[in-house]
């Protein structure tokens, strides 16, 4: 009987094709290496973004920044005291230019010699039950020379949160809302309670400091 032979190819080598075979397994291989490190990878740019997410300062109803920033700054302010517009300017300058290194909080207290402040109040506590505190807080000391004079400034608050795209009617009824004006009274206690007396008034990492001046100096030390 005559035995088949086997090819042998140019190198000598059988035509059985292992070869190959040995070849797919260790593509394979290297594939799902491929695949597993660029996983890991996105995973970790995934966590690196999110850590520098969680560092970006953000602007959340009466605070901005990061709650373990560096410096803590609470500010005790009434809206128709042109001293506590020119600090909030400046404080958000400051805003601006620290970012996470700050975390800033604002607290009511309208003073009895002004007698829109309280009113005032009001309108920004109630813009942020829309989510727009800041924007109405900057829109209140902007046209504070206006408003201030007027018999009864609620048409200013009004067509202000109006211009920050706020609802009407939501502002109406949130003005004359007890749970709100508590909001005011609690601040009022507080800083009471701190030893306020006068505004604008400022806590810098816990130490008080009265007026703009006073409270950029304080920052400047905090900073440091």
């Excluded at 602007?59 to 373990?68: E, I, Q, Y």
């Excluded at 005790?76 to 970012?99: I, N």
């Amino acid at each position: 009987m005559t035995r088949r032979r086997k090819r042998l190819w140019p190198s000598g080598r059988s035509s059985d094709r292992k070869g190959p075979v040995k070849l797919t397994k260790l593509s394979l291989t290297v594939v799902v290496v491929v695949i597993m490190a660029g996983v890991v990878l996105g995973v970790q740019a995934l966590r690196a973004a999110r850590r520098a997410a969680a560092r970006e300062p953000v602007a959340s109803g009466r605070t901005f920044g990061v709650p373990d920033a560096r410096v803590h700054v609470e500010e005790f302010t009434d809206f128709q005291c042109p001293a506590c517009a020119q600090a909030a300017a400046m404080l958000h300058e400051e805003m601006k230019k620290e970012g996470a290194r700050l975390f800033v909080e604002v607290k009511h207290f309208p003073l009895a010699m002004h007698r829109h402040a309280r009113l005032a109040a009001m309108a920004a506590q109630c813009a942020l039950q829309q989510n727009r505190f800041w924007g109405m807080q900057e829109s209140i000391f902007r046209m504070q020379a206006a408003w201030t004079v007027a018999n009864d400034p609620t048409d200013y608050f009004l067509s202000l949160a109006r211009g920050l795209g706020l609802d009407d009617e939501a502002m109406m009824r949130c003005l004359s809302d007890r749970s709100v004006a508590a909001v005011i009274d609690a601040d009022i206690a507080e800083g009471k309670r701190l030893g306020v007396s006068a505004t604008p008034t400022f806590f810098v990492n816990g130490k008080m400091a009265v007026g703009g001046p006073n409270f950029q100096a304080a920052l400047r030390e905090a900073l440091k």
